[in-house]
């Protein structure tokens, strides 16, 4: 279930009234009694969370093993995988299942906002003594900031969001769907909590997919200014203790990093990226997705890192690898240009 204090869950929906908003075909497995039609789901979830109160989805053919264990009441699915459901799962027929999976979102599950009539500060919210707000700071329902926390002017703080003492907010920073520790600085126009690039084919082209999990910053985090951490699309995008994130650096969802890493500017980390403790990461330095990165592991300025790293290596290069392999590539490369030139042709 999505975060309460982020998101608003609508009334539950038939699956016949959501076969009908997505176009999909409702088919019974034969494992389910009653009306299928009738049956409802008041919420979305991926395919190893979902439950019997779940529509869920699956868009690859690899996940065919995990449609067949999810304990959902219903999966979007294409016709291809129409024999891969479990005993208790109603299918949703459908050529755009993570777009009909977009839609399902959509009707279920709403963000909150902040009121366009209420005052800059929210009534409902919680603010400890020694807590300053700069002129033009907005502070959102049912936030809770601990004392000594300062939020500079122009600062937004969404909806539920908490942070907590000590922490430092910089002037123009928008921060939502968070929770946040204690002295964490978080500077100039940085963004925390925005929604992660999630988007799908669909019938009338590509859509976004609803981005329905959160942002964790740990205790004694620093977010440089006009960084961006995404929020996740289901799971967390969490930031661990004492961890210092430079300028202009893009951490997109599900990423986990651990304790005391550093990331210089320009860095981006590709979704559902995993890092361990104690890593370090030079300007520019590129991360495809799904990649985790060995607790200890150094990534030179400029790299672009196509695959795992282990602990405590040293990578470079484009695509990266071990850094005694990336010298020894550029002094080859180096060699045979000079060769070359010399009009001596050849490697």
Same mark, same amino acid.
């Not at 038939?14 to 009738?38: E, F, H, I, S, Y």
């Given at each position: 279930?999505?975060?309460?204090?982020?998101? +608003?869950?609508?009334?539950?929906?038939?699956?016949?009234?959501?076969?009908?908003?997505? @176009?999909?075909?409702?088919?019974?497995?034969?494992?389910?009694?009653?009306?299928?039609?009738?049956?409802?789901?008041?919420?979305?979830?991926?395919?190893?969370?979902?439950?019997?109160?779940?529509?869920t989805f699956c868009a690859d053919r690899l996940r065919a093993a995990a449609v067949a264990a999810t304990a959902a009441r219903a999966c979007f699915v294409t016709e291809a995988?129409?024999?891969?459901?479990?005993?208790?799962?109603?299918?949703?027929?459908?050529?755009?299942?993570?777009?009909?999976?977009?839609?399902?979102?959509?009707?279920?599950?709403?963000?909150?906002?902040?009121?366009?009539?209420?005052?800059?500060?929210?009534?409902?919210?919680?603010? +400890?003594?020694?807590?300053?707000?700069?002129?033009? %700071?907005?502070?959102?329902?049912?936030?809770?900031?601990?004392?000594?926390? $300062?939020?500079?002017?122009?600062?937004?703080?969404?909806?539920?969001?908490?942070?907590?003492?000590?922490?430092?907010?910089?002037?123009?920073?928008?921060?939502?769907?968070?929770?946040?520790?204690?002295?964490?600085?978080?500077?100039?126009?940085?963004?925390?909590?925005?929604?992660?690039?999630?988007?799908? %084919?669909?019938?009338?082209?590509?859509?976004?997919?609803?981005?329905?999990?959160?942002?964790?910053?740990?205790?004694?985090?620093?977010?440089?200014?006009?960084?961006?951490?995404?929020?996740?699309?289901?799971?967390?995008?969490?930031?661990? +203790?004492?961890?210092?994130?430079?300028?202009?650096?893009?951490?997109? $969802?599900?990423?986990?990093?651990?304790?005391?890493?550093?990331?210089?500017a320009h860095t981006g980390i590709s979704g559902s990226v995993t890092i361990g403790d104690g890593c370090l990461f030079g300007g520019r330095a590129g991360i495809a997705d799904?990649?985790?990165? @060995?607790?200890?592991?150094?990534?030179?300025?400029?790299?672009?890192?196509?695959?795992?790293?282990?602990?405590?290596?040293?990578?470079?290069?484009?695509?990266?690898?071990?850094?005694?392999?990336?010298?020894?590539?550029? %002094?080859?490369? %180096?060699?045979?240009?000079?060769?070359?030139?010399? @009009?001596?042709?050849?490697?």
């Amino acid at each position: 279930m999505p975060d309460p204090r982020f998101y +608003e869950t609508a009334s539950p929906i038939t699956l016949g009234d959501l076969a009908a908003l997505t @176009g999909a075909r409702l088919v019974d497995p034969d494992q389910v009694g009653g009306r299928l039609a009738d049956a409802l789901v008041s919420r979305v979830a991926n395919l190893a969370g979902a439950d019997e109160h779940s529509v869920t989805f699956c868009a690859d053919r690899l996940r065919a093993a995990a449609v067949a264990a999810t304990a959902a009441r219903a999966c979007f699915v294409t016709e291809a995988d129409i024999d891969a459901a479990s005993a208790s799962c109603a299918l949703l027929i459908t050529p755009w299942p993570q777009a009909a999976y977009a839609l399902a979102a959509e009707r279920l599950h709403r963000a909150r906002r902040h009121g366009a009539d209420a005052p800059n500060i929210h009534p409902s919210a919680q603010l +400890e003594g020694g807590v300053t707000a700069s002129h033009g %700071a907005v502070v959102g329902p049912d936030a809770r900031i601990g004392r000594g926390t $300062h939020i500079g002017p122009g600062a937004v703080i969404g909806p539920g969001v908490t942070i907590g003492r000590d922490g430092y907010i910089g002037a123009n920073a928008s921060i939502g769907f968070a929770l946040i520790g204690d002295r964490v600085g978080i500077y100039a126009g940085a963004v925390i909590g925005e929604a992660g690039f999630g988007a799908a %084919a669909g019938p009338r082209g590509v859509v976004d997919v609803p981005q329905l999990g959160r942002v964790i910053l740990q205790d004694g985090v620093t977010i440089g200014a006009n960084s961006c951490v995404d929020r996740g699309t289901w799971d967390d995008t969490v930031i661990g +203790e004492n961890t210092k994130i430079d300028n202009l650096v893009q951490i997109a $969802h599900n990423v986990v990093i651990g304790r005391n890493c550093l990331l210089a500017a320009h860095t981006g980390i590709s979704g559902s990226v995993t890092i361990g403790d104690g890593c370090l990461f030079g300007g520019r330095a590129g991360i495809a997705d799904h990649v985790a990165i @060995g607790a200890g592991a150094r990534i030179a300025a400029g790299a672009g890192v196509m695959r795992d790293v282990p602990a405590g290596e040293s990578w470079g290069g484009v695509p990266a690898s071990p850094v005694r392999n990336w010298m020894r590539q550029v %002094a080859w490369l %180096a060699r045979a240009a000079e060769r070359r030139g010399r @009009g001596e042709g050849g490697a």
